[in-house]
C-alpha cells in the first residue's frame, strides 16, 4: 500500500532524473562532435549569399543539403513547460535548436565535400517541429540546411584541347 | 579576398548556465505562486461556504439525504442505525450542537473501514469500521469526529475550495494545456487543500473529544478508534505526511492525548461494551 500510494510521484522523478542525466550527457557528447566536426570541415565554406564570387566562373553546381532531428528529453520538457506559463527565455530548448541547426550545417558541407566541393553559397536554414504540435508529444525539432555547392569546371582534358 | 567560417560564438544561441539554475527557479516561482494562490483562494472559498446557512446547504444536499434515507436495510440494520443516531444524538447535546444544525446518521452495510460526513449534516457510518470497534465510546469517538465535522461546516468548507480551485485550475489548464506544466501545477494547487484537509480532521477530532469526554468521562475511546482506522490504513509508516488528506495517526493520537492531559481529562478508563443492536449488526446478522 505505501510506496503504490506515490508511484505516480516515483514515475514523475525518475523520469525527470533519467532526462536530466541522459539529456545532459547526449547534449554534451554532441556539441562536443559538433565542434571538432566544425574544425574538420572548415575548409568548405559556407555563405548565405546569393552572388557567388567571380573567381569561381565558370563553375560546376549541385544542390547539397543536411538535415538533423534532435529531441528533447523529459527534463527539458518539463522546464519549458513550466517556462511557457510566465514566459521568456526557453532556455532549455535554445541548446537543442543550436545543435540542430550546427549539425544540418555540418552534414551539408559533408556531402559538398564528399563531392569535392569546396565551397556552398545561398545557404537557408529551415526547421519544424516534427511532432506536429501534438499536445502532451514529446517535441523533437528538424533543421535543415541547403545551399548551392559550386566549384571552377575542371579544366579540359590535353587531348581534347582546341 | 580569403574568405573563412569561423567557428560559431558559444553562449551566443544558447545560455551557459547549469539548467538545474532555471529549473529550480521556476519550480520555487511557478509552483510556489500556483501554491499560494490555491492556497488564498481557497481560503478565502472555505470561509464563504462555511457562512453558508445551514438551511441552505441542506436544500442543496436534499437529494443525497433523500438517497441515504431510502438505502434498504434489514430490520436488524435499521435497529443499529437506530442506536449509532441515540448515541449521535447524546454526543450532539454534548458538543453542543447549535439549533440550527443538524446531522442524520445512516448505517452502510459495507466492509469498508470508515466513516464520513458529508454535505446537508449526512454521516455514514460503514458495518466495516462498527466490526472493528469493540467499545461504545470507540464507536462514539468516530460519531462525534463526524458531528464535528458538520458542526465546523467542514463539508460544506472543502467543496467551497474544491469548487473554487477546480473551477481556475481547468481555465488554466484550458490554456495552458495537458502538458507536463500543466501536471505539475494541478499538484501544486492540491498541496494547500490537502493541508486544509488535515487542518479540519485536527479541529474535528479536538472538538469531538470534548464531547467524548463529556458523556463518558474519559478519552479513552479515542485512541481505540484511531489505532483500529490506522491498522486499517496499514503501511502508514511510509507516508509523506503533506501528501495526506488526514493527519498521521500517530500524530492524531498524541495530539488528543496532549489535549486530554492539558484540559486534565483522564486520557483512560472504562470502557462500555457495545450495545446489544451494534454488536449484531457489526456480527453481520
Known sequence: MSWVDYLDWIVFLTLLAVGYFAGRAAESRHFASIRKREKEL??????????????HLPQQVRLVS????????YFKQFVASLRTLIGGRMKSYESLLDRA???????????????????????KIESSNITGGNRGGLPAVEAFAYGTALKPVAPAEPDRAV | M????????????????????????????????????????G???????????????????????????QAKLTPAQRDARDALRALAAKLAAAMPLPPD???????????????MATL?????????????????????????????????????????RGVAVGLVLSAVSVGAGRSLGGDA?????????????????????????????????HAGGATDAFTVLSQAAKGEAGRVAILQTHPLTGERIGLLQAAARQNGWPVDGMRTPLPPALRSAAAGK
Open chain 1, 42 to 55: 572548415a575548409k568548405v565554406l559556407a555563405f548565405a549569399t546569393k552572388y557567388p564570387p567571380a573567381a
Open chain 1, 66 to 73: 543536411g538535415s538533423a532531428v534532435v529531441g528533447s528529453d
Open chain 1, 101 to 123: 541547426r550546427r549539425e544540418a550545417i555540418l552534414r551539408m558541407k559533408e556531402e559538398a565535400r564528399r563531392h569535392g566541393y569546396r565551397l556552398v553559397v545561398n545557404v
Open chain 2, 2 to 41: 580569403r574568405f573563412e567560417n569561423r567557428a560559431p560564438e558559444e553562449t551566443v544561441n544558447y545560455a551557459d548556465e547549469h539548467p538545474l539554475k532555471e529549473f529550480a527557479l521556476l519550480v520555487v516561482g511557478v509552483l510556489g505562486a500556483v501554491a499560494l494562490g490555491a492556497a488564498l483562494l
Open chain 2, 43 to 69: 481560503f478565502f472559498a472555505g470561509e464563504l461556504a462555511g457562512r453558508v446557512p445551514f438551511a441552505t446547504e441542506r436544500e442543496y444536499a436534499a437529494s443525497l439525504t433523500e438517497r441515504f434515507e
Open chain 2, 101 to 115: 444544525i443538524a446531522v442524520s446518521v445512516h448505517y452502510a452495510d459495507e466492509p469498508t473501514v470508515n466513516a
Open chain 2, 120 to 160: 446537508g449534516g449526512n454521516l455514514v457510518f460503514y458495518r466495516g469500521l462498527l466490526h472493528k470497534l469493540e467499545s461504545e465510546e470507540a464507536v462514539a469517538m468516530v460519531l462525534a469526529h463526524e458531528i464535528a465535522h458538520v458542526r465546523l461546516r467542514h463539508p460544506a468548507a472543502a467543496m467551497g
Open chain 2, 185 to 217: 501545477v494541478q499538484r501544486a494547487a492540491v498541496l494547500p487543500l490537502l493541508k486544509y484537509s488535515r487542518d479540519q480532521e485536527r479541529d474535528a477530532d479536538e472538538l469531538a473529544l470534548g464531547a467524548l469526554v463529556r458523556v463518558y468521562g
